[in-house]
């Protein structure tokens, strides 16, 4: 084969890669957007989460796998990978270890095995490209101990316009308070498995990474992933309306800028699982001192 024909090969394949990688980005925003957000406005039915986590998960894991040459252009380090790969199948586990062994994701249930079997084939595809991958960094267990701290601040902040959307018979007691921050370990790596790897790789990682080779620019991606992630969780306008209105969007835009400060997606994990392990609770607790 000549060059000249190397050379037309080469943009074509790039066409491809490019197609594909947007429609799996297609596929994910579908997943999180209509097909969540627009079932759960009117209902919950049991096979809802299951068939968004498995079907986010495994798209995940495909455009890892696709862009894997160009990870850190998506905010994926190495620890985010190591994160994605463990927490999203130790959550099959933790499920049993908090009490709800019934829930479809829960081990032996079939649908959590799908889970592990994409963590594993993920994991088995990398380590053979492994020289394609980030390299490991102590910055990034930096960035990952800032997001916590960051989680942490976020969690004082919205701790008060969380009271506003409670029942009063929902107070908690401190014994009960001293319970879940005992549970934190348990509860920080559950949410670390399911809400942040569920929205983070999506929102501030391969969203944040296509808008940017497009030519946008971060300030106005920053504000466009904030509006998505808000509309995600629509179903919660008046279930918890200071959550839609005030909470959801300031975390939205905490997250966004600590991707954009760390370039890692290391650091909005920490955020996101920090922050939905404690913000309930601490509201709870908050509201019985306040009454």
């Given at each position: 084969?000549?060059?000249?024909?190397?050379?037309v090969?080469e943009?074509?394949?790039?066409?491809?890669?490019?197609?594909?990688a947007w429609?799996?980005?297609g596929?994910?925003?579908f997943?999180r957007?209509p097909?969540?957000?627009?079932?759960a406005m009117?209902?919950?039915?049991?096979?809802?989460m299951?068939v968004y986590?498995?079907?986010t998960?495994l798209?995940?894991?495909?455009?890892?796998?696709?862009?894997?040459?160009h990870?850190?252009?998506f905010?994926?380090?190495k620890l985010s990978?190591i994160?994605?790969?463990?927490?999203k199948?130790?959550?099959?586990i933790?499920?049993?270890?908090?009490g709800l062994e019934d829930?479809p994701?829960a081990?032996?249930?079939w649908?959590?095995?799908?889970i592990w079997?994409i963590?594993i084939?993920?994991?088995?595809?990398?380590?053979r490209?492994?020289?394609?991958?980030?390299?490991?960094?102590?910055k990034?267990?930096g960035?990952f101990?800032?997001g916590?701290?960051?989680?942490?601040?976020?969690?004082?902040?919205m701790?008060?316009?969380?009271?506003l959307?409670?029942?009063?018979?929902?107070y908690a007691?401190t014994?009960?308070?001293?319970?879940?921050?005992?549970?934190?370990?348990?509860?920080f790596s559950?949410?670390?498995?399911f809400a942040?790897?569920?929205?983070?790789?999506?929102f501030?990682?391969?969203?944040?990474g296509?808008?940017?080779?497009?030519?946008w620019?971060?300030?106005?991606i920053?504000?466009f992933?904030?509006?998505?992630f808000?509309?995600?969780?629509?179903?919660?306008l008046?279930?918890?309306?200071?959550s839609?209105?005030?909470?959801v969007?300031?975390?939205?835009?905490?997250?966004?800028a600590?991707?954009?400060?760390?370039?890692?997606?290391?650091?909005?994990?920490a955020v996101h699982a920090i922050?939905?392990?404690?913000l309930?609770i601490?509201?709870?607790y908050?509201?019985?001192?306040?009454?």
């Amino acid at each position: 084969m000549n060059i000249s024909n190397l050379t037309v090969m080469e943009p074509a394949n790039q066409k491809n890669h490019k197609i594909v990688a947007w429609i799996l980005l297609g596929g994910l925003l579908f997943l999180r957007l209509p097909f969540l957000t627009g079932i759960a406005m009117f209902a919950f039915p049991i096979w809802l989460m299951p068939v968004y986590e498995i079907g986010t998960y495994l798209l995940i894991a495909c455009l890892i796998y696709l862009e894997r040459k160009h990870l850190s252009d998506f905010h994926i380090d190495k620890l985010s990978l190591i994160i994605i790969i463990v927490f999203k199948p130790m959550q099959t586990i933790l499920l049993i270890i908090m009490g709800l062994e019934d829930r479809p994701l829960a081990l032996p249930h079939w649908p959590s095995l799908l889970i592990w079997l994409i963590a594993i084939s993920l994991a088995v595809v990398l380590l053979r490209d492994r020289q394609d991958l980030p390299r490991f960094t102590i910055k990034s267990l930096g960035w990952f101990g800032i997001g916590l701290m960051v989680g942490l601040i976020t969690v004082l902040l919205m701790a008060y316009p969380g009271t506003l959307q409670l029942n009063p018979n929902q107070y908690a007691s401190t014994s009960t308070f001293l319970i879940e921050i005992k549970e934190l370990p348990i509860t920080f790596s559950y949410q670390l498995g399911f809400a942040a790897i569920n929205e983070e790789p999506l929102f501030r990682g391969f969203l944040w990474g296509f808008l940017l080779k497009s030519g946008w620019k971060n300030i106005w991606i920053c504000l466009f992933q904030a509006f998505l992630f808000v509309m995600g969780h629509f179903y919660n306008l008046h279930t918890y309306p200071v959550s839609f209105w005030v909470i959801v969007p300031f975390c939205a835009l905490v997250l966004g800028a600590i991707v954009w400060r760390s370039k890692t997606i290391s650091s909005s994990l920490a955020v996101h699982a920090i922050a939905n392990a404690l913000l309930f609770i601490t509201s709870l607790y908050l509201a019985k001192l306040l009454r």
